[in-house]
């Protein structure tokens, strides 16, 4: 298990856990996020997003959904747009745009269709040279239709940027609500939740498989600790780990072909290797009589980093991934713990408790050891990277509430993802592609 208990607001309950097979949708009023945006970065991308011409004929208001996810990267501000609806065909007045302060405009449409379906059509202007930039027209369902602005918003970002956006990826979360747990796949803005499995009693320690493709995550509805594998389209899943005493803390390897666990099958927390699979003996890696737990491995599968107390207090440790000698890691402060480590391989977020008590996020530079403090919240955990490592995503409390936030690495701009009335904890960030 993890060291810091107290971290999680999962606790033992009475009844069996139900698995649902697949994604299930949300009501509507349960799914939504408010997503509130506060800071302010340097070096912004000024951006007009207009209203899309019949966007309020839409289920989504399209151009709301670009807008949000421009303004939540860090990279963009936003130059109002005063509510002039430009389309695809329009022929922006550039001068007038330039005396506003915008560097680039985008605007479109959303036409339904016979089939039911809607004609979504955007275009990206250069307005300082006055050039069309991008364009492009999708035919969608009307379910797809926040799935497509979050594409848009995408190539708008890498268009202007040369980075790939991830406004059209997924995030796992886990919420607690009467006494119900249950593990959710939604979009990157908290928007479009869907059930992968819930129950009575606690799931935990969700995390993504490198395709996409799987959640490797933690039930106890077995009454003990027992890591699962589950397939997000068709909900099946396999035991992967279910040895005597805890099973818990999956982490991918970045091939996706085996996981590693925190066991305590042989009487002492230790870091083990298990097949995606499950079945056959695990390879245990760590040989210490303290406490080992939170593997992360380095976006290469050369090394795990993993929380150990040998020193006398939790710290962060990295070994190779086959094991042997370990070294550490942090050494500002007394207790560091749940490493997560950048897909670019530069950076590792984590948790520190100050001398206060209050659990704060941290970034590491892990080429020259540089920590900066990114949040002063009181009880943050489980940090995330975007897989493009330029947000983190990482659970906090606000307002007396377990919620989701993201943040910019140089802590200027964070945002809230929180529903009304759910406490949610222990965010995953998924990989690229779907």
Request: hydrophobic share 40%; charged share 20%.
């Amino acid at each position: 298990m993890r060291f810091n208990d107290r971290r999680h607001f999962l606790h033992q309950a009475a009844a069996g856990c139900a698995v649902l097979g697949g994604l299930a949708a949300v009501p509507a009023a349960q799914a939504q996020f408010r997503v509130e945006i506060s800071g302010i970065g340097a070096s912004q991308i000024p951006v007009a997003i207009a209203p899309f011409r019949d966007e309020d004929r839409a289920a989504v208001p399209i151009s709301q959904v670009i807008r949000a996810d421009l303004e939540r990267s860090g990279l963009f501000r936003i130059v109002p747009a005063a509510g002039e609806a430009i389309d695809e065909l329009s022929r922006p007045d550039f001068p007038g745009w330039r005396n506003r302060g915008a560097d680039a405009l985008a605007g479109g449409s959303a036409t339904r269709l016979a089939d039911g379906r809607h004609d979504l059509r955007y275009r990206l202007w250069d307005v300082v040279k006055g050039a069309d930039l991008l364009g492009q027209s999708l035919a969608v369902p009307r379910e797809d239709l926040r799935r497509a602005a979050h594409r848009i918003a995408d190539e708008i970002y890498q268009k202007l940027t040369g980075e790939r956006g991830i406004f059209s990826t997924r995030i796992a979360y886990v919420s607690k609500s009467a006494g119900r747990y249950t593990l959710f796949v939604a979009d990157a803005d908290g928007e479009g939740a869907k059930v992968a499995v819930g129950g009575a009693q606690p799931i935990i320690s969700p995390a993504w498989s490198p395709d996409g493709g799987n959640l490797a995550y933690v039930s106890f509805e077995s009454g003990k600790p027992v890591v699962y594998v589950q397939d997000v389209s068709s909900g099946q899943r396999r035991v992967v780990a279910s040895f005597k005493g805890s099973n818990s803390a999956p982490a991918w390897s970045p091939d996706g072909s085996q996981l590693a666990v925190t066991l305590t099958r042989d009487g002492n927390s230790e870091i083990y290797l298990v097949g995606r699979g499950g079945g056959g003996e695990p390879r245990r890696l760590t040989q210490a009589s303290s406490i080992e737990t939170e593997a992360a491995w380095s976006s290469d599968g050369r090394s795990i980093y993993f929380v150990s107390d040998r020193g006398g207090g939790p710290q962060i440790y990295r070994m190779s991934a086959a094991g042997g000698n370990a070294e550490r890691v942090t050494f500002s402060g007394s207790y560091n713990i749940s490493p997560a480590l950048s897909p670019d391989g530069r950076w590792m977020a984590y948790i520190t408790r100050n001398g206060g008590g209050s659990f704060r996020l941290q970034l590491m530079d892990l080429s020259s050891g540089t920590v900066t403090a990114l949040t002063d919240t009181n009880d943050d955990e489980s940090p995330s990277f975007a897989p493009n490592s330029r947000l983190i995503i990482y659970a906090s409390r606000s307002g007396g509430r377990d919620v989701l936030m993201t943040t910019t690495l140089d802590g200027s701009i964070k945002a809230r993802l929180s529903p009304p009335m759910v406490d949610v904890r222990e965010p995953v960030w998924g990989p690229f592609g779907r």
